[in-house]
């Protein structure tokens, strides 16, 4: 969900600020756009968005982090390229609980035996008990993803993998809350949804976990490697690292982590209460306990939908300024994305629409 025309979110003040030094960074006269990398100009830029970074999540000293190119996908492969050489037997745990982790899965498949620790899902509605899953003691590492954007279910807890290296992809609650980072073994996460623009992914490597990626790695994702480099190994994605800085500037300045699930809580908590106190006009088909703080899908009339009511829903929200309501292509429905930019104020907005589009048609 985003609200446009005459109304912007709360990364006004970055937006503004990028837009004021776009021609002119800093009175050097150029853009960071046109500014090279290897310039101690860039470098500040850089050191700028790693400091921000671990003050916001306390990241011990000794995790490296490193700002990659190919999104979250290029961690699919990058993950298993980089640690699946941890034991001799080339095994890895997945946690399959929606489309983004079953797609890693399948691209680990390339380079490992993957184990699915749970029976396979019929729908991806709930997060299987972790006392059922059936964890492999010779695998290099457990992977899960923290929150599914497609089917909205989100994880409320980590995962007790008994002391195996534990990966997570964050791309889509990162700095929504507080994380214990000396938790995991790898933490990514591509900057777009919570922490800046489309270009940069974050990844949080423990140190004791580089150097162990396999001779057929491409060298622009071994871990190792860039952690040496300081993501300066090949030209990193200087202004998305820029708009990054600013964006962590700004969650700093508004409370950190802590204030941004407190506001996500709140945005998310609204939304839920009218879908169900809708008496089934709104469906959201996921259980209440593994329901995303960040995107909450649902259909309109019943739980398979009623497609010409969210069609009508779908138009008239854009008449008032709300878009990108559509559900995933590949599950249909509505879906409201309430990721760090969005304000309790858009949020209030929506539910308001919601409640008048459910008098109007509920029969």
């Known amino acids: 969900m985003a609200i446009t025309r005459h109304i912007i979110n709360v990364y006004c003040k970055v937006l503004l600020e990028a837009q004021k030094e776009l021609v002119d960074y800093k009175g050097l006269g150029i853009s960071v756009l046109e500014m090279s990398h290897r310039t101690s100009d860039f470098t500040k830029i850089l050191n700028t968005a790693e400091n921000l970074m671990r003050e916001l999540l306390n990241i011990p000293e000794n995790y490296k982090v490193i700002f990659l190119q190919g999104g979250g996908s290029g961690q699919f492969s990058a993950v298993p390229l980089n640690l699946i050489g941890l034991k001799e037997g080339r095994h890895a745990d997945y946690v399959v609980t929606g489309a983004w982790s079953a797609k890693a899965a399948k691209e680990a498949e390339k380079y490992a035996k993957v184990n699915i620790v749970h029976p396979k899902l019929g729908t991806y509605t709930n997060i ?126 508004n409370g950190g982590a802590a204030a941004m699930d407190k506001l996500s809580l709140i945005k998310s908590r609204m939304i839920y209460d009218i879908i169900d106190k809708s008496n089934g006009f709104y469906v959201c088909p996921v259980e209440k306990k593994n329901r995303s703080r960040m995107n909450v899908p649902f259909r309109i009339g019943s739980i398979k939908g009623d497609e010409a009511l969210e069609k009508k829903f779908l138009e008239k929200a854009v008449e008032l300024n709300m878009i990108s309501l559509k559900g995933h292509r590949s599950v249909g429905g509505i879906r409201a994305s309430l990721y760090n930019a969005v304000t309790v104020e858009d949020v209030q907005k929506l539910a308001t629409f919601m409640r008048s589009f459910m008098q109007m048609h509920q029969s």
Not at 154 to 168: H, S, T
Not at 175 to 184: A, E, G, I, M, T
């Open 128 to 253: 299987p008990d972790p006392s059922t899953w059936n964890l492999n003691p010779d695998a290099s590492y457990v992977y899960y993803c923290a929150n599914e954007t497609v089917h909205g279910v989100e994880f409320d807890f980590v995962p007790d993998v008994k002391g195996a290296v534990l990966v997570c992809d964050m791309s889509s609650n990162f700095l929504s809350r507080p994380v214990d980072v000396s938790k995991f073994g790898v933490i990514f996460a591509g900057a777009q949804k919570n922490v800046g623009c489309a270009g940069v992914t974050v990844v949080i490597v423990r140190e004791d976990l580089l150097g162990f990626a396999l001779k057929e790695c491409p060298v622009v994702l071994d871990y190792k490697t860039q952690a040496m480099n300081g993501s300066l190994y090949n030209t990193p994605p200087c202004y998305s690292i820029y708009i990054m800085g600013l964006v962590l500037e700004w969650i700093k300045n």
